[in-house]
């Protein structure tokens, strides 16, 4: 599986922005996909999950209500469409495939494929 994500850029806060990682390899519509990001000095986290379906889904608590994952398995495609964009949302941001997972989960172990990263600034 490949994964790359696109769509990062330079935003001020409270715009809006979407994401896209687009998947090849194995059949899109079989596995999970998450979106995590890693801040500056920090840790990556989780931002959020959808399950293969589209059914399940699962957002960090600080993310919740201003996100939206959503997938077309048609374009083999996951989207994270995000509004009212803080500065502490700046950061790179990864899509990532969860194989054995179709349900989609938050812990960044249970992922096997990664993007290879989207920068996403926005400024005050």
């Known amino acids: 599986v490949q994964l790359q994500a696109s769509g990062g850029g330079l935003v001020q806060a409270g715009d809006s922005l979407r994401l896209s990682c687009a998947a090849s390899?194995?059949?899109?519509?079989?596995?999970?996909v998450g979106w995590f990001r890693r801040a500056p000095g920090k840790e990556r986290e989780f931002v959020a999950t959808?399950?293969?379906?589209?059914?399940?889904?699962r957002y960090a608590g600080s993310v919740k209500g201003r996100f939206t994952i959503s997938r077309d398995n048609a374009k083999n495609t996951v989207f994270l469409q995000m509004s009212s964009l803080k500065p502490e949302d700046t950061a790179v941001y990864y899509c990532?495939?969860?194989?054995?997972?179709?349900?989609?989960?938050?812990?960044?172990?249970?992922?096997?494929?990664w993007g290879q990263g989207t920068l996403v600034t926005v400024s005050s």
């Open positions: 959808i399950s293969w379906t589209g059914r399940t889904i």
């Open positions: 390899g194995r059949a899109f519509s079989t596995y999970a």
């Open positions: 990532a495939a969860d194989l054995a997972g179709g349900l989609g989960y938050p812990e960044e172990s249970r992922y096997d494929f």
